[in-house]
């Protein structure tokens, strides 16, 4: 024997509802349609015949009325409602099972009052439309045409409460990683957290209270919001959200990192300077901004410009080594500091100057050996055999090579003709010409050039000749 039944809470007032359930059992009962939805049985309205269990009523023989229902229980408790289930009982009663009884009794009352006016044949049934802070016994029996049965009554009390659900705190994704933020800079964290009824949230900085003078926070429904108007380093470490409901407790946890640029290095020295180059040592910076180092800018200028060039960046050594620098320039060198707020404010300079100087040039010259030119005569081009006609003037052509400058002297057939007019002699560079003017027949014959100097002598010869012109 299964079922469902869904009924109202009975108002205040059982003495009416006890008075008519009293009349007796061996009335017969009024069928009440059900009107309810698919699945669930509306509880009946009682009829002034119904049988109810009751302190004046003589009790039948125990033969005829059925025993208690066993494994009376309570399935579910909402803010509204109560759901009790039940088992038959063992022993039904001669005159049959006409169906079961709940009766309530409230928190501070003394008397019990029937929820449903009628035996319904379920044996489960879901008391509604109960009011906050309701407190309860519930009690069942089993009724047949002889009567009611013994009651089971529950063991504790039936409280109706909001139904608690259990706080959770949702983190952001942005969150979830250190929240880095910059001095003077806003910090407004919205964190989502869920609970039933609204749970008490707080906060707490490096496990202390939050200082209510720098930091407001706001909790409203479903979140709580940390704001920070201005962020200071003091700030940095570790907020802490608790939600807290009924004893229970969910907690999130954010980093805050508050950052700033970083101070320049302490010092900055010139170790050396060789060549074109020039070496440099720092220290590093005593305040690195609340945040690790980036690296090191390192930046160069000349004395004759004064303008500052960058050399290296995010370099992260502390010495170095700045080469192809001009040579005859003297040189200034600083450096700055870098972390994820930027470069520091100011840098470390160099308070020597770099000079690149000149290197020394030593002239170390050589033993002169001069070169002795001196060359006996020596023709390059000889005379060659030439044929001319009479009365016109004809040349002859050599050249020589020799050092010192050497001695020309023209021969006709081994003759010197130094000094006639008929011939002139010519020496330039080298290049000797003998001028003939106006031969005749007679000036046919073995012509020789002769070169001497104190090394030796060279003579060329040729054949010049001179012939008539035909006559008729």
Request: glycine content about 6%; aromatic content about 6%; some cysteine.
């Given at each position: 024997m299964t079922g469902k039944v869904t009924s109202e809470a009975p108002a205040d007032g059982p003495e009416e509802n006890a008075s008519e359930l009293a009349k007796g059992p061996t009335e017969p009962l009024e069928e009440v349609a059900a009107?309810?939805?698919?699945?669930?049985?509306?509880?009946?309205?009682?009829?002034?015949?119904?049988?109810?269990?009751?302190?004046?009523?003589?009790?039948?023989?125990?033969?005829?009325?059925?025993?208690?229902?066993?494994?009376?229980?309570?399935?579910?408790?909402?803010?509204s409602s109560v759901t009790v289930s039940w088992e038959p009982p063992e022993r039904l009663g001669r005159l049959g099972l006409q169906g079961y009884v709940l009766e309530l009794r409230r928190e501070g009352a003394s008397e019990w009052v029937p929820v449903n006016a009628r035996p319904v044949m379920v044996t489960q049934q879901t008391l509604r439309n109960l009011a906050l802070g309701d407190k309860f016994c519930?009690?069942?029996?089993?009724?047949?045409?002889?009567?009611?049965?013994p009651p089971a009554v529950l063991d504790q009390p039936v409280h109706i409460r909001e139904t608690i659900e259990g706080p959770k705190i949702r983190v952001p994704r942005h969150l979830r990683q250190t929240y880095i933020r910059q001095v003077g800079q806003t910090v407004n964290l919205q964190i989502p957290f869920q609970g039933n009824p609204k749970p008490q949230a707080s906060w707490t900085h490096n496990g202390h209270a939050v200082d209510s003078q720098r930091v407001s926070v706001r909790t409203g429904q479903q979140d709580s919001i940390l704001f920070i108007r201005s962020a200071q380093r003091s700030d940095s470490g570790c907020y802490e959200l608790t939600v807290r409901l009924e004893g229970?407790?969910?907690?999130?946890?954010v980093n805050i990192l508050v950052t700033e640029k970083p101070g320049?290095?302490?010092?900055i020295k010139l170790l050396d300077v060789w060549g074109c180059n020039a070496a440099l040592q720092w220290t590093p910076p005593q305040d690195t901004g609340n945040t690790e180092l980036l690296g090191y800018t390192v930046q160069k200028a000349d004395s004759k410009t004064g303008q500052w060039f960058t050399v290296l960046e995010r370099y992260h050594p502390t010495t170095c080594t700045v080469s192809?620098?001009?040579?005859?320039?003297?040189?200034?060198f600083r450096v700055f500091s870098e972390n994820l707020c930027g470069l520091s404010a100011s840098a470390a300079v160099t308070k020597e100057l770099a000079h690149i100087q000149?290197?020394?040039?030593?002239?170390?010259?050589?033993?002169?050996?001069?070169?002795?030119?001196?060359?006996?005569?020596?023709?390059?081009?000889?005379?060659?055999?030439?044929?001319?006609?009479?009365?016109?003037?004809?040349?002859?052509?050599?050249?020589v090579r020799a050092s010192p400058k050497p001695k020309i002297v023209w021969m006709k057939n081994k003759v010197d003709i130094k000094g006639d007019p008929k011939y002139r002699a010519l020496s330039e560079h080298g290049v000797c010409i003998l001028e003939i003017r106006k031969p005749s027949p007679f000036d046919s014959g073995i012509y020789t050039c002769q070169a001497?100097?104190?090394?030796?002598?060279?003579s060329v010869d040729c054949r010049l000749e001179v012939k008539a012109s035909a006559t008729h």
């Amino acid at each position: 024997m299964t079922g469902k039944v869904t009924s109202e809470a009975p108002a205040d007032g059982p003495e009416e509802n006890a008075s008519e359930l009293a009349k007796g059992p061996t009335e017969p009962l009024e069928e009440v349609a059900a009107s309810g939805s698919p699945g669930e049985e509306q509880a009946p309205v009682a009829s002034p015949q119904a049988p109810v269990p009751t302190a004046t009523k003589p009790a039948p023989p125990s033969e005829d009325v059925p025993s208690a229902p066993l494994l009376l229980t309570v399935e579910d408790v909402s803010d509204s409602s109560v759901t009790v289930s039940w088992e038959p009982p063992e022993r039904l009663g001669r005159l049959g099972l006409q169906g079961y009884v709940l009766e309530l009794r409230r928190e501070g009352a003394s008397e019990w009052v029937p929820v449903n006016a009628r035996p319904v044949m379920v044996t489960q049934q879901t008391l509604r439309n109960l009011a906050l802070g309701d407190k309860f016994c519930l009690r069942l029996a089993a009724v047949s045409p002889a009567g009611a049965g013994p009651p089971a009554v529950l063991d504790q009390p039936v409280h109706i409460r909001e139904t608690i659900e259990g706080p959770k705190i949702r983190v952001p994704r942005h969150l979830r990683q250190t929240y880095i933020r910059q001095v003077g800079q806003t910090v407004n964290l919205q964190i989502p957290f869920q609970g039933n009824p609204k749970p008490q949230a707080s906060w707490t900085h490096n496990g202390h209270a939050v200082d209510s003078q720098r930091v407001s926070v706001r909790t409203g429904q479903q979140d709580s919001i940390l704001f920070i108007r201005s962020a200071q380093r003091s700030d940095s470490g570790c907020y802490e959200l608790t939600v807290r409901l009924e004893g229970l407790e969910a907690k999130a946890a954010v980093n805050i990192l508050v950052t700033e640029k970083p101070g320049p290095p302490s010092s900055i020295k010139l170790l050396d300077v060789w060549g074109c180059n020039a070496a440099l040592q720092w220290t590093p910076p005593q305040d690195t901004g609340n945040t690790e180092l980036l690296g090191y800018t390192v930046q160069k200028a000349d004395s004759k410009t004064g303008q500052w060039f960058t050399v290296l960046e995010r370099y992260h050594p502390t010495t170095c080594t700045v080469s192809d620098l001009v040579v005859g320039n003297s040189y200034s060198f600083r450096v700055f500091s870098e972390n994820l707020c930027g470069l520091s404010a100011s840098a470390a300079v160099t308070k020597e100057l770099a000079h690149i100087q000149k290197a020394e040039i030593i002239a170390k010259p050589k033993g002169f050996v001069e070169r002795d030119f001196s060359e006996a005569p020596s023709f390059t081009q000889p005379l060659a055999d030439h044929t001319s006609t009479p009365g016109y003037s004809t040349q002859l052509f050599c050249s020589v090579r020799a050092s010192p400058k050497p001695k020309i002297v023209w021969m006709k057939n081994k003759v010197d003709i130094k000094g006639d007019p008929k011939y002139r002699a010519l020496s330039e560079h080298g290049v000797c010409i003998l001028e003939i003017r106006k031969p005749s027949p007679f000036d046919s014959g073995i012509y020789t050039c002769q070169a001497t100097n104190v090394l030796g002598e060279a003579s060329v010869d040729c054949r010049l000749e001179v012939k008539a012109s035909a006559t008729h």
